[in-house]
């Protein structure tokens, strides 16, 4: 390399670290925090409550975060049933977890549809909502388990994470 271009290179890399140092720091405050859609889809209604759990613990990371509970049962009785255990449920963890916050943030949706039906009624509830992020919460145990995960995977419109789901610790009331 000629030494004259050498040099030139060395004064344009120092000018770009200058030009670098004197811009003053981005402050995020200046960027609108963005309200996340997130479903937490679980295949067996009673795993429901490990899924609330982990939703309120490990995701909602801002007061505009909106999480929403998936399952899928068979009959409509089944459909009382599950709301009927898991609202009152919703209820007290949601105090425990968010007391900071004016407003719920944790939705509940329990769908009809045939046995199988969970990953397609799960992603075409997502992308009718726009949601920003799928999580199956799968325990492992069920026949469908890598059938909708695969099935979400390739169908979804957002991201996909799959939790793997252990039985809920008990809750104080």
């Known amino acids: 390399m ?13 000018a770009k670290k200058d030009l670098l140092r004197t811009q003053p720091p981005v402050s995020l405050a200046a960027y609108p925090v ?3 859609r997130i479903y937490f889809c679980v295949e067996d209604p ?5 899924a609330i759990k982990c939703a309120l ?18 009959t409509q009785a089944q459909r009382e049933v599950v709301i009927s255990t898991t609202w009152s449920l919703m209820n007290v963890i949601e105090q425990q977890t968010t007391a900071n916050t004016s407003t ?10 045939p046995t199988g039906s969970f990953a397609k009624l799960a992603c075409e509830l997502v992308s009718k909502n726009g949601g920003d992020l799928l999580i ?9 388990t890598n059938n909708s995960s695969s099935y979400c995977i390739k169908n979804s419109k957002c991201q996909v994470v799959i939790k793997r789901l252990t ?4 809750i104080d009331e």
Request: no cysteine; glycine share 4%; hydrophobic share 40%.
């Open 2 to 14: 000629h030494p004259s271009t050498h040099q030139h290179s060395a004064m344009k890399s120092a």
């Open 34 to 36: 963005r309200r996340r």
């Open 46 to 50: 009673s795993n429901i409550f490990s």
């Open 57 to 74: 613990q490990h995701l909602m990371l801002s007061p505009n975060d909106q999480i929403t509970l998936v399952s899928v049962v068979e």
């Open 104 to 113: 719920s943030n944790l939705l509940l949706h329990i769908l009809l549809g």
């Open 136 to 144: 199956l919460g799968l325990s492992g145990n069920s026949v469908m």
């Open 167 to 170: 039985m809920a610790e008990p």
